[in-house]
């Protein structure tokens, strides 16, 4: 039987209910909501509302998948924050923190970068390097003691491509040759813009590649729809300086038969966003949840 949606989002380990898109609108759901929070980015880097404090005890919630997908070097970690009820519409703007190993040594100090810039829920973004591999937790001054644990792993257990590594070339859905998937775009009310050529057509270009796998049309207020709109919008302020292909997740309207171009990548998580520079390499990667700010930075180092 094909995977339905709501088993391909637990099919990472359940916590991508949090970090993909989702169709709940729970305040508990980080992939939902409803209408923006803070509109247009009027704050700088993090848009959205901020705030200078934060109640102690506060919960650290994951918005990154819970699959094998951290290789030793930069770890990319969204995170928002919970009062254990629900999650919070605000903070401050940056965020000192640090990550340990599961015995408690601590490895890395870190800033959170308060990000909302057009989306529903908040996140922080958080980078940082890390060596080796193992259980590491992600904690904050006043969190409730738990932070948020994940794990890194060799590069051989990860099942999609990994940074540094060229990516796969695939044939996706374009305008003129839909390759069995309906709708090529899931995006409403038109299809997104990008899907004149193939991504195997992109990566032969000798430009610098982005390319997003996310299905818009089963989570409107989550974090695919609104992450594929400000990747159009980037399209438009970069013209062809970056060649940027969408593939949807699905083959069919009614969300039942994963599309051919997510077998291909071996996920079991959305959205997703490739950065490759001009050899086809990946150099980047933002999985799960970005803000228009965020995408932004990563698309101007990817052309700098």
Request: charge should be negative; aromatic fraction near 6%.
């Amino acid at each position: 039987m094909a995977p339905t949606r709501r088993a391909f989002l637990l099919g990472a380990g359940g916590l991508v209910l949090l970090a993909a898109c989702g169709d709940e609108s729970s305040p508990n759901n980080a992939g939902g909501g409803n209408g923006t929070l803070g509109g247009p980015d009027t704050t700088g880097a993090g848009g959205g509302a901020t705030s200078d404090t934060l109640q102690v005890g506060f919960q650290v919630v994951q918005r990154f998948p819970s699959t094998p997908l951290f290789t030793p070097g930069e770890v990319r970690l969204p995170v928002s924050l919970s009062d254990g009820q629900n999650l919070l519409p605000a903070g401050p703007a940056e965020l000192p923190g640090w990550i340990e190993t599961i015995d408690g040594e601590r490895v890395a100090d870190i800033t959170a970068i308060f990000r909302a810039a057009g989306i529903a829920v908040p996140y922080y973004e958080i980078r940082a390097e890390l060596s080796t591999a193992g259980f590491h937790v992600l904690r904050f001054p006043d969190d409730d003691g738990n932070g948020a644990t994940f794990e890194v792993v060799d590069a051989s257990k990860v099942a999609s491509p990994v940074t540094g590594t060229p990516l796969p070339p695939f044939d996706t859905p374009t305008v003129d040759d839909h390759r069995g998937v309906e709708p090529f775009c899931s995006l409403t009310p038109d299809p997104c813009p990008l899907h004149d050529i193939t991504l195997t057509d992109a990566l032969k270009s000798g430009k610098p590649v982005a390319y997003m796998v996310g299905t818009p049309a089963h989570c409107q207020t989550g974090t695919c729809a609104p992450g594929l709109e400000f990747l159009v919008a980037e399209h438009e302020r970069l013209g062809d300086a970056v060649v940027m292909v969408h593939a949807d997740v699905y083959a069919d309207d009614a969300a039942t038969t994963l599309a051919p171009a997510v077998n291909a990548l071996g996920v079991d998580y959305e959205p997703i966003i490739y950065f490759c520079d001009a050899t086809g390499t990946i150099v980047d990667r933002l999985d799960g949840v970005w803000d228009s700010a965020e995408l932004r930075e990563r698309l101007d180092l990817l052309t700098a």
